[in-house]
């Protein structure tokens, strides 16, 4: 599989494909404060491995969660919540509560953000709900290796 090139439907696979942990990681989010992990996670059915991480900086309601290709280092899926409005390179404007999901335009990989409406994330939740969230929609699961 090319990964520089996917199409969506390609995509939505590698979304919904199961993915498992390399370690067992310890996933204890603290209410307040700065916080910083990083995971490998395998989808053993394609082959691919993948870097989940975690960010929340100085601002509490402010964070990112993001799954990427380990090969290329490209985002298959990032939320941001309370980070800044994006502008796709179509024009389509979005809020600082958004996600990026993979898309190639046919001729470069680029990150096209959407609003959360058709997603199961909610701006208002906290970091360790929307991980728990994100694990879910990303269909990561413990590691049986």
């Known amino acids: ?7 969506d439907i390609e995509i939505s696979a590698l979304i919904k494909e199961l993915k498992y942990f390399l370690k067992n990681p310890q996933i204890d989010i603290p209410m307040v404060g700065q916080y910083k992990q990083e995971e490998i996670v395998l989808d053993k059915l394609n082959n691919i491995e993948y870097k989940f991480k975690t960010y929340r900086g100085k601002l509490d309601t402010k964070y990112s969660i993001h799954i990427r290709f380990l090969d290329n280092n490209k985002h298959l899926i990032r939320l941001c919540i309370n980070g800044s409005n994006h502008t796709n390179n179509d024009g389509i404007k979005v809020s600082g509560n958004h996600i990026h ?25 906290d970091l360790a709900e929307s991980v728990s969230n994100f694990i879910k929609f990303v269909n990561i699961k413990e590691n049986t290796i």
């Open 1 to 7: 599989m090319e990964l520089d090139n996917l199409t």
């Open 101 to 125: 999901i993979y898309k190639f335009d046919g001729k470069e990989q680029t990150d096209y953000a959407y609003e959360l409406d058709n997603f199961p994330f909610d701006k208002d939740d």
